[in-house]
């Protein structure tokens, strides 16, 4: 196998890597995501970012033998003036194609994606991780995040369930 090639993304890869996010879809819904599931993710996350490239957004690319291995999607946004004013970069989305994990890919993506935000002025840099992501907050932990936020989400499932639970308990509670 040749060694891995690095490089910035060209709109020649673009339908590799929207296939590869679609995947990467896929797997958030497997470990837990909760969000609605469009149709066409692929298509509406490359248009996300695609006019923003090189400025805003940047698409880090690992390829082995010519073939994309994986790509790291990073982003660099302004925190309001309340909360100091500065940048932020964001790790947004990687996805390594499983036959060539555990090689050191996932990392080095995310440091060109971290130097590259580094040099364009970023204070420091977030990522969100699906609690069950094992993987890769593991990879993230021994680089220095740390923890710093916890996100929650309420579907109106569980807190209608859940009130109706607590007042069905309380009426049994005045019963006694
Ligand atoms: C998470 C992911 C990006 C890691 O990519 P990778 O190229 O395999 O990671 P690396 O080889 O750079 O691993 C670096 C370190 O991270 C940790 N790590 C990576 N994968 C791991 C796993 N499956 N279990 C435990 N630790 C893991 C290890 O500490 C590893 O170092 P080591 O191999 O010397 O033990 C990859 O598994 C993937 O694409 N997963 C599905 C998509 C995903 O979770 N994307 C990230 C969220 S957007």
Redesign the pocket.
């Known amino acids: 196998m040749d060694e891995v090639q690095y490089r910035l993304v060209s709109e020649a890869d673009f339908s590799a890597i929207k296939d590869m996010y679609t995947?990467?879809n896929t797997?958030?819904y497997q470990?837990g995501y909760r969000l609605p599931h469009p149709e066409n993710v692929g298509d509406i996350w490359l248009d996300s970012f695609r006019r923003t490239l090189g400025r805003f957004r940047n698409v880090f690319i690992?390829e082995i033998d010519g073939d994309i291995a994986?790509f790291m999607l990073c982003r660099l946004k302004r925190v309001p003036a309340y909360m100091g004013g500065v940048l932020v970069g964001e790790?947004?989305?990687?996805?390594?194609?499983?036959r060539?994990?555990?090689?050191?890919?996932?990392?080095?993506?995310?440091r060109l994606a971290m130097d590259w935000m580094r040099s364009q002025g970023a204070h420091s840099i977030e990522?969100?991780?699906?609690r069950d992501?094992?993987?890769?907050w593991?990879?993230?932990?021994?680089m220095g995040f740390q923890l710093e936020f916890r996100v929650g989400r309420l579907l109106w499932e569980d807190y209608d369930r859940v009130s109706t639970e607590a007042a069905e308990g309380e009426g049994t509670a005045r019963q006694l």
């Open positions: 995947q990467l797997y958030f470990i690992a994986g790790l947004s989305d990687m996805w390594i194609d499983s060539a994990r555990r090689m050191g890919i996932g990392d080095k993506l995310s990522i969100q991780v699906l992501n094992e993987a890769s593991k990879l993230y932990e021994r």
